[in-house]
């Protein structure tokens, strides 16, 4: 079983994005498909419900939320994800400007783990206008400690914040990191695989491409061939079946979503 947990179809340079996203997924499981952030949100969600509708079992809709903005009563929570064909939310804290743990945002929290669907937290790191300290991993403690029941991603491993997020991981039962790799990045790579491996916490990375930014297959190729990248060094390496567990686990079943 692979699941892609992190995929977005807004971003395509494609002519017909779900087109694209469907034929680099046709060797895949499942994977997630995170709405856009920003003022368009609303059209954004709309085409990502109805591309998930398309692909039941396969596509799992992941609805971008603004909680400072958007109603965050446990009803409009409900109509406005669970009801509306959504596997979970996706919050782009630095991208929106917002703190992470803002009120109204713990509210939506609260609504979410009633609900029982999944959060992902979205960074940026290439948006001028993003605020980068509300993309910092720790600022999620808060959040863990309270709703201990609430299951968390932090996107992209929390780049470039990598230690936080293995820090974050490590304490909370139900947080998990997005193991978004850049295949062209090989010092990166080894330095995020490495790190996750000796503070033992394999067991909460998921697999990510990121598409279109990169094709799952690329990524995969990466990290299944990830010791051949340190030939001829004394660098640590990382056994390959734990990396093959990362790409193989049915992350939706374990998110309780499937």
């Given at each position: 079983m692979i699941t892609d947990c992190h995929t977005h179809i807004d971003s395509s340079p494609s002519d017909n994005p779900t087109a694209a996203h469907a034929e680099a997924y046709r060797e895949i499981d499942a994977c997630f498909v995170l709405a856009a952030s920003g003022v368009d949100r609303t059209e954004s969600n709309t085409r990502t419900a109805e591309y998930a509708a398309r692909n039941k079992g396969k596509i799992f809709a992941?609805?971008?939320?603004?909680?400072?903005?958007?109603?965050?009563?446990?009803?409009?929570?409900?109509?406005?994800?669970?009801?509306?064909?959504?596997?979970?939310?996706?919050?782009?804290?630095?991208?929106?400007?917002?703190?992470?743990?803002?009120?109204?945002?713990?509210?939506?929290?609260?609504?979410?783990?009633?609900?029982?669907?999944?959060?992902?937290?979205?960074?940026s790191q290439t948006n001028p206008a993003s605020v980068?300290?509300?993309?910092?991993?720790?600022?999620?403690?808060?959040?863990?400690?309270?709703?201990?029941?609430?299951?968390?991603?932090?996107?992209?491993?929390g780049l470039p914040f990598r230690e936080q997020t293995i820090a974050l991981i490590a304490k909370h039962k139900n947080v998990y990191a997005d193991l978004t790799i850049n295949p062209h990045k090989v010092w990166e790579v080894y330095n995020i695989v490495t790190s996750a491996y000796e503070a033992s916490v394999m067991d909460k990375l998921i697999f990510g491409s990121g598409f279109p930014k990169a094709k799952p297959s690329e990524c995969i190729e990466t990290l299944l061939g990830f010791n051949r990248l340190l030939a001829n060094t004394n660098l640590p390496t990382v056994p390959r079946e734990r990396l093959r567990t990362i790409i193989e686990r049915d992350t939706a079943k374990m998110l309780d979503i499937a």
């Amino acid at each position: 079983m692979i699941t892609d947990c992190h995929t977005h179809i807004d971003s395509s340079p494609s002519d017909n994005p779900t087109a694209a996203h469907a034929e680099a997924y046709r060797e895949i499981d499942a994977c997630f498909v995170l709405a856009a952030s920003g003022v368009d949100r609303t059209e954004s969600n709309t085409r990502t419900a109805e591309y998930a509708a398309r692909n039941k079992g396969k596509i799992f809709a992941f609805a971008a939320v603004n909680p400072v903005h958007d109603k965050v009563a446990h009803k409009a929570v409900n109509a406005a994800v669970c009801n509306a064909g959504f596997a979970g939310a996706v919050l782009y804290c630095c991208d929106d400007a917002f703190h992470p743990a803002h009120s109204r945002a713990m509210r939506f929290y609260e609504a979410a783990q009633e609900l029982n669907f999944p959060i992902f937290f979205h960074n940026s790191q290439t948006n001028p206008a993003s605020v980068l300290n509300y993309a910092q991993p720790y600022m999620l403690d808060e959040i863990a400690f309270k709703f201990p029941d609430l299951k968390i991603i932090v996107g992209n491993i929390g780049l470039p914040f990598r230690e936080q997020t293995i820090a974050l991981i490590a304490k909370h039962k139900n947080v998990y990191a997005d193991l978004t790799i850049n295949p062209h990045k090989v010092w990166e790579v080894y330095n995020i695989v490495t790190s996750a491996y000796e503070a033992s916490v394999m067991d909460k990375l998921i697999f990510g491409s990121g598409f279109p930014k990169a094709k799952p297959s690329e990524c995969i190729e990466t990290l299944l061939g990830f010791n051949r990248l340190l030939a001829n060094t004394n660098l640590p390496t990382v056994p390959r079946e734990r990396l093959r567990t990362i790409i193989e686990r049915d992350t939706a079943k374990m998110l309780d979503i499937a």
